[in-house]
Every structure is written in structure tokens, then in C-alpha cells.
């Protein structure tokens, strides 16, 4: 069935009117100095998130009763000034604990409420806040924490025996650990490990936000590359204009809106769009704890009177291929507005929206590195399905090309592909990889941050992906980086080198696959492959883990010796090899 091109704009016989309805003018009049004066700023000057997120709608009568969070399988409900009380509690505690500001406290949780209180008191406190995705198993758990130097982790015992013990000896400025109980899911007090239900417990109610300015860290997100380690990408507290803004131009929160946004906050999204953004906008979240099954997300955006909801395209494919009849025994009166990020949405997946949910999905695209969405399909315009939208206001995007000199030049033809670069200055940037500042400065050309991205925009402005620049895998709307795939394979003892590639999977994106050679003495089977995938699932956790193997006699190598990994996927995908001229053992 043919389609149209665009789905037009929501007129305005709407019950509840869009933030903005003139992408033009409302660009033309934005200044990111207007943007910052939705914000209180600390009482003695100054900014923290957790202050702007929390105790200002706590503060105020018309909002300190309303539920903050709504955690719907414990059936938990903290309004907004039970979480100021909580979030203050945990800074109390990192106080008693000696922990400094700008030391870094990280979470390893499901998304329990310890988790969202670790957060905000962490950055109460002026500490900085790094949550991890529970699911990493203790190889990136490690990595991580020890490229963060972790001075304090929150988790629970579970998962503490099984992803951090056997990598505490590498975790040498670990200080302290603070166990969230589990129903009988005890540990026993030992040096530096606490409980912490107890430590909140003997906490004060009350403490005194630290005093951070705007540009003091206040969140690490570790992302991954093509080579070495993942990077941890430093955000400051100046970054919640961004979400505030960000909140009202692409998720068009309103005063009174019940929001679910599905991403973890081991992930950005999840932190950004999961803790920061909604509350400063002092809305109430929803959260799940759950893992994804099609009916109960269906029951929960009906039975929670979801009005805006913020999720990911493998959770959009999931759900069609569950099938609109699922969708259509359920109603959704209350939704208004649905948004989706983390990887390519397809423009069937934009019209499964109008069918299933009776809204299109407004795709929008950013990534760890700029802290908060920068381009967007928004209630001010048409969509394009398959694009994903126009540069939201105080944001300018374009498309740079590479010259021979190793600079960049802007190409200003529509339609063309290159890098898509952003020009500095919105507020939510990253302002470093933490400890390796010439890989940061990589990723500028004068005033150009350069995404790694491949798109193009058309003659109206809006941006269309094209790919990655590089070997960078996207499974599940997660970023994995071949080279930490590769090195836990190498740890196996019988694998001589590893590569590995993503390929395309019609639920997740991608789907991780490795190549691997033997060493001698070796022999490839069934056997050794189930052996090799359960030893990386172990050490990487399910979600990094490759799904598919094959052996090879050796890996194609360029003469510098890196894995050409691009020749793995073409030949895997049975595409062109493309050129090979650097290939190891290939005629000059
Ligand atoms: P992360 O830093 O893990 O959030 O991943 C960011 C990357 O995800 C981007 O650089 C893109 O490659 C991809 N991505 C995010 N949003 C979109 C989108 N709307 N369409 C296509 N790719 C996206």
C-alpha cells in the first residue's frame, strides 16, 4: 500500500494545545539565556539538577503532593516531596561516608527506587552519578568502574556476588558498597560493605543542596567506540536547560501529564529522559520494572492513563509483530503524544503508530555524547516517516564533508550524505571523555562537533540516517563496541583473534555476531561455539553478548594488523568487498 510522504500536524481542535506549533518563529525567538530562566537556580546562586528536578516542585504547594515516580511492580509511590526527603537522606549518607564532591558514585539496579534516589542525591550531594545497566556482566561492570574510579556502588546482593565480586580486585579505589535488600536476599556486613536501607535510615531528612555551578560534572554515561575501552562521556549540571527545553520542544510535556519513557537508565535516555527531563518538568513517570512483554506494556499505557510515552524502534517492532489486534483490545483515551529514539525508525513503524495507538511515532535522534535530544519529529510540524525531523530550537545540525587535508567543509546541497555535525554550545554537551582529552578534541573541527553519524537533510530541513561512521554496533537501541566483544572472546583459551560485526536482525536493528580463528590444538564444532557464546555471555552480560559465531581459518587483517571488520560484513551479508588494497597479503 502506498503512503504519503508526510502526516500532518495535529490542528487545533486539540484538548490539551502543543508546546509550539511555528518551527520557524519559535526558532527564531529561542535563546538558551530564556531557556535557563524556567529554572529556579540554587537559592545562594548556582545550579544542580536535583534541585531544579525535585526540591523546587517539592517546595511548592500546588505540586510537592504530586507522585514523582510510580513504580508499578512494587506498586510504590513517592511524590515530590517524599523523593526531596529520600534524595536528601542519600546525600546525608554519602556525607557520613566521607565521600567528596565530584567523586563518583555508581548504580548497578533494576529500575527500583533506590536506584532514581542514588541518583538524585548523588548529585544533591555535588557527586557524580553514573548508573549501569544491570544487565552488564562483569567485564563492562569492571571496565567501567574502573575507568570512573567508582568510589561508591549502590546495588544488591545479587547482583553484587555475581558481576562485582569476581572483579573487586580491580576496583582498588572501591570504598564503599551499599546492598539494597532484596526479599532474603541478605549480606553479610563486611569492610566497606553496607546496608543501605539502614544507612538511609539513620540519615537526616534534611540536608543543604552542595552549591555546583552549572559547569561542575554532574553525570558520566559510558559509551562504546570502534577501538579500546568504552568512554565515558562527562555531563555538567548547565545540561538540565537542555532536558527542560528538550522535554517541552520534542516530548511536549504539559503540567498533569502521566509519562512513561521505557529506556533503563544504565542508558542515557534512561537517565536524561527517564529521571531528569519529566521531573523538571514536574510530571509523574512511570516506571516499570519489568522486561518487555507485549499485553502488559499495552495494559499499562491504557490502565496508567499514559498521556506521553517514550520509547525505542526494537520495542516498536516488537510490538507489531504482536500484531495490531493485540493493540486494538486495548484503549488509550489518555496518550497524546508518542516519541521514539535510540536507532532507525521505519517509516512503517511511524503508521503502525496511527493504527495501533491511533498517534504517529515522533522519531528523534541524539546520542550520549550531546546529553539531550537534537533532532526531532515535533508536534510544530509535519512528519516525514523515516526522517528523523528538524534541529529543535537553539540547535543547528548540518552535513559536513571530509576534505583530503583532514578538515571539514559544510555541504549545503539537499540531499547529499556526509557527517552529521552539530555546532557547539548547547548546554547539555559532553564536556570531556573523562581522562582522555585528545580523543575528545577528535571529535571537533573548529566549532563543528562531528556525530560519527552518516545522514543527509532534504530541501525542507529534515534529516534522514544513513549509518554509522564507523564499526559501532546498535542491538536493541544499545551501543556495543566490537572491541570489547572481541577481547572477552580472546580471553576464551582457544581463540587465536576475534572480530565482530553487527547484522542486520529485524527485531533488534542488529544482532551481534563474531568471526573466530583457533589457536592449534583447536578444533571448530558446535560444541566449542555454544561453549564460546555462553563464556562471552557470561563476561559481557546478555545484552553485549554476541547471538551468532562462526570460525574461520584467519581474519582478514589490514598490513597494520587491524581486523578489517567492514570485509567481515560485506562478505557475511554477501555485499561488495569494497576496497581491499590495504588487505594483509593482497598484491600493492
Ligand atoms: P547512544 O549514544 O548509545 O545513545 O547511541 C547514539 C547513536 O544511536 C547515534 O549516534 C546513532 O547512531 C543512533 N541513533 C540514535 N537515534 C537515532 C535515530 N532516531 N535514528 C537512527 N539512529 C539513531
Redesign the pocket.
Known sequence: MSRPLVIRKRAGDLRIKPNWTDYAAERAAFSWEAARAHLAGLPGGGLNIAHEAVDRHAADPRSGSRIALRFLGSGRDIDYRALAGLTNRFANVLAGLGVARGERVFTLLGRVPALYVSVLGSLKAGAVACPLFSAFGPEPVATRMGLGDARVLVTTADLYRRKVQPVRDRLPGLKHVLIVQETGDGMAAADGVHDFESLMAQSPRRYETAPTQAEDMALLHF?SGTTGTPKGAIHVHGAAVTHWATGRYALDLHPGDIYWCTADPG???GTSYGIIAPLLHGVTSVVDEGDFDAHNWYRILQDEDVSVWYTAPTAIRMLMKAGTELAKQYRFPALRFVA??????NAEAVWWGEEALGLPVH???????TGGIMIANTPAFDIKPGS?GRPLPGIDACIVEHDAQGGVRIVDTPGKDGELALRRGWPSMFRGYLNNEERYRKCFDGDLYL???LARRDEDGYFW?VG?ADD?I?SS???IGPFEVESALMEHPSVAEAGVIGKPDETAGEAVKAFVSLKSGWKASDELGLALLAHARKRLGAAVAPKEIDFLPALPRTRSGKIMRRLLKARELGLPEGDTSTLEGQAS
Open positions: 559509551t542508558w542515557v535516555t521514539s529514539v535510540g536507532e532507525p525508525l522519531d528523534n535522534w541524539w546520542q550520549t555524547e528523523m556525530t560519527g553519524d540516517f554509522r559501532v546498535k537501541g544499545h551501543l
